[in-house]
Nanobody, 117 residues
Framework: QVQLVESGGGLVQPGGSLRLSCVVS????????MAWYRQAPGKQRELVAA???????DYADAVKGRFTISRENAKNTMYLQMNSLKPEDTAVYYC???????????WGQGTQVTVSS
């Protein structure tokens, strides 16, 4: 019964910024390791950034220095601050747990990020 709702995407010019939000309902958010993923049309879903229940973060090489993942446990919300956006960042962005040995939650609808001039 866990529900994931992503928001904050849109159309932005190269070099611009967006802040994505992920609201998690139906569970105790604070106990989960979480992550942001993205999927471009016709491509595999890939890991973008991860954050543990304790706040430790990790990033894909392609976004290091540009993206920042964070969480606010009291609001059951995770964020992805995206700066210096590039056209290759264009994708649908999803949040989910970092599954480790467990299953992902059911995927939400994601939020579209389009970087284009």
């Amino acid at each position: 019964q866990v529900q994931l709702v992503e928001s904050g995407g849109g159309l932005v010019q190269p070099g611009g910024s967006l802040r994505l939000s992920c609201v998690v309902s139906g569970s105790i958010f604070s106990i989960y390791n979480m992550a942001w993923y993205r999927q471009a049309p016709g491509k595999q879903r890939e890991l973008v950034a991860a954050i543990t229940s304790g706040g430790t973060t990790d990033y894909a090489d392609a976004v290091k220095g540009r993206f920042t993942i964070s969480r606010e446990n009291a609001k059951n919300t995770m964020y992805l601050q995206m700066n210096s956006l590039k056209p290759e960042d264009t994708a649908v962005y999803y949040c989910n747990r970092d599954p480790r040995r467990n299953r992902w939650f059911d995927w939400g609808q994601g939020t579209q990020v389009t970087v284009s001039s």
